[in-house]
């Protein structure tokens, strides 16, 4: 059984006990523990159930990389699961709960599915629900959908009570990892004179080293570590930071941190986690070795576990995995684990050992502490089901004939180590294969290269493939040095610190134990600890053709569990390798993609939750026309008023009300949420022309023109008034929705197509309030309120003006979307308010009224004018709205030209705008559609035409729309068929969509 022992425990406080509850049953462990230590420690060999078949498993490992114990945390609002008990530290009151089981942890019915494992192989999902096709929705998929998953997730009611927080910071050398290498790094890159940020994911510092032994320049690790953390803490370049994961690596040196701030001290105030958001200009990646497991019969009993990771239990938190514990390896690093143990006063009955040389200077220091170890040596089968009972043992090089059985509570394995490549990997960086390690390992000629084509991320230490003590210490010291040189700092060769270890003896590649194991044990052989996929699985896969790495890891689920691999990886592809006859590197390896560890959803969204998860975007009249009795409708991120209804009266009145007063006197619009996009640059008429349909570069200073603009695909995605402030620079005005969406299409062609070109955008949407004066009496007010000439000549349509409006800074556009004498001024937004008052104030002697969005698309549909969103779809073209006066003929090339020249944009059956009348005076429902003879092709009602707008016009007196209608144009006066939502029909006829003042002489005066 697992015990506490006494000797050891460098990380624990014996002095602070801490309670807390697994499975509602009340335990205690000490301050320093993790949940796995703290469990072990109290016999809690079983902590979980594997998902398919539900076998029992303990923990396996000590770190980020353990598959088998994950609990959840906590409960009701609190509940979070999917934990790893080895990386959770221990505080008072912790709530854990096992999972994947029922009714218990002891009993799980779930594992029946273990009795039937021979009928659940590799792709049975695949080849089982098919037939018969009526069983998938009423039988296969429920079964699925209930079996799916891990942990329990929290209740739809539950509110998240913590907090979270993003944190920027740009660095010259971001480091991510602190152990040795890591702190050797950051002490070279430092000296240089680098602004330096180290990153450790747990709490401690040093790594693996103070738990492996050897000497650093003569100290204990663990003195060599407290004095160079120093040493760093004194530096003002360098920033050093524990509980922080190197969560990702990206393009131009972007690197992701995820810190865990209160998760060990939950009664702490302030965030839980922080999501770092790095730019570094070189990072360095001293993420350390994983070791791997080995692959033999029942490696999954609970009590089986990694031989460091025992080591780590032992050394770290004074805890035994085991009161007899057999070792099993391949390498000499386990013998560690041997001499720890017996050391500490616990048992090793033998080391197995399946190298027929053995071990170097290790293995006699283990033989001198009366270890007894066999050569050539392999476990057979692990026997027990909840916890380990004994071993059965024989030769590697044999077929798996029992040669003894040697009794124990726990088995320690060594299968050698693998770099941690994962973040040298997120980026592109490439990978060799390491014959003497028998691992991939980075690949310093195809590093990841930044937009200059120069690498900027710099392994180190055992991320890099050595695994000695000097080696590490001296490799991470030129990957500081470099990484400084880099990014612009001289640097010498320095002091670096002398590792003295050991010298251990090569290891021999071990995929198999034994190496002629029959089908009975391989089926037992476990790769995917979580997902069970066993060796015999991948073997399978191989036979049933799945011969690319990538398509095995999908049909067996092999390294796509909540661990991504990080145990199963090489020992899957040399599984695979083997199959097929192929050598590991020519097999390959999986996609390895950020996080490096899961993340919690907190932490990714920030403080983007509640009332700030979508901030309401508020005009500088926003609390003016709130006041004013304002019906809202939300338009993007933004709320604008639909109308604004008078005491006692109806919002269809108030919007009949302000079409009225606006076309005969005045009216006035909060226009400020339209889009601002400023385009400056020599090549700014250029890239204007790319993206919109007509000829920008062409315009004048001083003047405006109306502009479409289309996606790649030749569709309709946003319309404007685009306005020349000088040579160089345009004014882009877009739809209120569309203002950072097109921002981010202006940028995108920018980044990644026209990099070259000299232009420079910026929303400046919310820099400037906007009002629209508007209605025969608009020259009027502004004369008024003086300042500046907006006579027709001096200001004509479609031309802008700076210049002082009764006191105000402006910028007056005549444009009108209205059909009506329209002035649109801009003035910085923090006048907004006061302008919008004094327009009111000044205005009163022609009735000015305020009106919303509603008036506004009636007065637009009542003068034929498209709108974004009602008009067009995401299939719609200019062409379909009869805007080919918008389309440039004397341009080669504009985003979208090339699309709308194939075949099923320029059928003739496409159909085409116009306007609608009823005949009766009504207005048609919105989105109703003309049904046509005939049915379709589904069997289905034919229809030739659908509305896009309808309203009723005051000014007209009757119901108005526009519609899409198949060859349209060329059928005025035909009446069509219109569906109600009742089943009946509405007679409408084709009209001209410009139903007011067709010549424009109103919005010419």
């Not at 009366?370 to 590697?396: F, H, N, T, Y």
């Not at 005969?664 to 226009?671: I, R, T």
Request: one cysteine or more; hydrophobic letters at 40%.
């Amino acid at each position: 059984m697992s015990n506490r022992v006494s000797t050891q425990g460098r990380l624990i406080n014996r002095d602070k006990q801490v309670a807390f509850s697994f499975n509602n049953t009340r335990l205690t462990g000490y301050d320093g523990d993790t949940l796995a230590s703290a469990l072990l420690a109290n016999d809690q060999m079983l902590m979980g159930r594997s998902f398919k078949y539900h076998r029992p498993r303990g923990v396996v490992a000590s770190g980020s990389e353990e598959p088998n114990a994950l609990v959840n945390l906590g409960e009701g609002d609190k509940l979070e699961p999917n934990q790893r008990a080895t990386t959770t530290e221990l505080f008072a009151g912790l709530k854990a709960t096992s999972q994947n089981h029922w009714p218990s942890l002891n009993h799980d019915i779930g594992v029946v599915n273990n009795k039937l494992s021979r009928f659940l192989p590799a792709g049975f999902y695949y080849k089982t629900f098919i037939q018969p096709r009526a069983f998938w929705k009423h039988v296969y998929e429920p079964i699925i959908r209930h079996s799916a998953g891990l942990g329990k997730a929290p209740k739809p009611e539950a509110r998240d009570p913590d907090t979270y927080e993003h944190f920027y910071v740009f660095t010259d050398v971001a480091i991510i990892g602190g152990g040795v290498a890591g702190l050797q790094a950051a002490l070279s890159a430092g000296r240089a004179g680098a602004k330096v940020l180290l990153l450790e994911q747990t709490a401690h510092w040093g790594g693996r080293a103070p738990v492996d032994g050897g000497t650093i320049d003569g100290l204990e690790p663990d003195t060599w570590v407290a004095q160079t953390v120093a040493a760093l803490e004194a530096m003002p370049n360098v920033t050093l930071r524990n509980r922080v994961m190197g969560a990702g690596v990206y393009d131009h040196g972007y690197v992701l941190g995820y810190e865990r701030l209160t998760d060990h001290a939950p009664q702490t105030p302030g965030p839980r986690h922080r999501l770092w958001r790095i730019r570094a200009k070189q990072i360095v990646t001293a993420t350390g070795a994983i070791e791997r497991p080995l692959c033999f019969s029942g490696n999954d009993v609970p009590g089986v576990m990694l031989a460091s990771a025992a080591r780590d239990y032992l050394v770290n938190y004074g805890v035994s995995p085991g009161e007899r514990t057999v070792v099993v390896t391949n390498n000499d690093d386990a013998y560690r684990t041997a001499i720890a143990l017996v050391e500490a006063g616990q048992k090793v009955p033998a080391i197995l050992d399946a190298r027929p040389q053995g071990g170097g200077a290790l293995m006699e220091k283990a033989r001198d502490l009366g270890i007894r170890v066999e050569r050539d040596a392999a476990v057979i089968k692990v026997k027990g089901m909840k916890r380990v009972l004994s071993v059965l043992c024989g030769k590697q090089s044999g077929d798996g004939t029992v040669e003894e059985e040697i009794f124990c509570d726990a088995v320690a394995m060594s299968g050698g180590w693998s770099p941690v490549v994962h973040l040298w990997s997120h980026c592109g960086g490439k990978l060799t294969w390491d014959e003497a390690q028998a691992a991939f390992r980075p690949d310093a000629s195809r590093a990841p290269t930044g937009a200059d084509g120069e690498p900027f991320v710099i392994p180190a230490g055992s991320a890099d493939g050595e695994m000695g003590l000097a080696k590490v210490l001296e490799n991470a010291a030129a990957a500081g040095r470099s990484a400084a040189q880099r990014a612009g700092f001289e640097t010498e060769a320095g002091d670096v610190a002398q590792g003295d270890a050991p010298e251990e003896a090569a290891l021999a590649p071990v995929w198999m134990m034994p190496k002629g194991a029959d089908y009975k044990l391989r089926s037992k052989m476990w790769l995917d600890y979580q997902n069970d996929v066993k060796v015999s699985d991948v073997q399978l896969a191989a036979h049933e053709g799945y011969e690319s790495v990538e398509h095995t890891k999908r049909y067996t689920t092999l390294g796509m569990a909540t661990d991504q691999g990080k145990l199963s990886n090489i020992n899957g592809l040399a599984t695979l390798a083997n199959a097929l006859g192929e050598n590991i590197p020519q097999v390959g390896t999986t996609t390895f993609r950020p996080p490096f560890t899961p993340i919690s959803f907190g932490a990714i969204a920030g403080e983007a939750r509640g009332g700030i998860f979508q901030p309401l975007r508020r005009t500088p009249m926003h609390d003016w026309i709130d006041a004013h009795g304002a019906h809202w409708e939300p338009v993007g991120h933004w709320r604008r008023p639909y109308a604004l209804p008078n005491e006692g009266e109806s919002v269809h009145d108030a919007v009949q009300r302000e079409v009225n007063a606006t076309r005969k006197s005045l009216g006035l619009l909060d226009a400020s949420t339209l889009g601002k996009i400023i385009v400056k640059g020599p090549d700014a008429g250029k890239f204007l022309d790319m993206l919109y349909t007509n000829m920008m570069s062409t315009l004048k200073p001083g003047k405006c023109r109306y502009g479409l603009m289309c996606t790649e695909n030749g569709f309709l995605t946003d319309d404007g008034v685009v306005a020349r402030l000088d040579e160089d620079t345009f004014l882009c005005h877009t739809t209120t929705g569309g203002a950072d969406r097109i921002h981010a299409h202006m940028e995108e062609w920018l980044q990644t197509e026209w990099w070259d070109w000299k232009v420079w955008t910026v929303n400046a949407t919310e820099q400037f309030a906007q009002v629209a004066v508007v209605g025969p009496n608009a020259r009027k007010l502004l004369e008024k309120l003086g300042g500046m000439d907006v006579s027709a000549e001096t200001l004509p349509f479609m031309g802008w003006a700076d210049g002082t409006l009764g006191g105000f800074p402006v910028r007056i556009f005549r444009i009108s979307f209205s059909g009506e004498l329209s002035f649109e001024i801009a003035v910085p937004a923090n006048l907004g308010r006061a302008f919008w008052d004094k327009l009111l104030d000044a205005g009163g002697e022609w009735n000015i009224t305020p009106y919303g969005t509603e008036a506004l698309h009636i007065m637009r549909a009542e003068k034929g004018f498209i709108m974004i969103g009602d008009e067009t779809d995401g299939t719609v073209i200019p062409q379909d709205l009869g805007l080919n006066w918008a389309i440039s003929k004397k341009k080669e090339d504009y985003l979208g030209k090339r699309a709308q020249a194939r075949s099923h944009m320029t059928d003739p059956r496409r159909w085409k705008l116009v306007g609608l009348e009823t005949l009766d005076g009504s207005v048609l429902p919105d989105g109703a559609y003309a049904v046509a003879p005939g049915t379709n092709a589904n069997g289905q009602a034919a229809t030739e035409g659908r509305v896009t707008s309808t309203y009723h016009s005051p000014t007209l007196g009757r119901g108005i729309a526009m519609g899409l209608v198949l060859n349209g144009p060329d059928r005025m006066g035909d009446v069509l068929n219109f569906t109600k939502g009742d089943g009946s029909t509405i007679e409408a006829k084709i009209v001209d969509p410009v139903f007011f003042d067709r010549e424009g002489e109103k919005q010419n005066v």
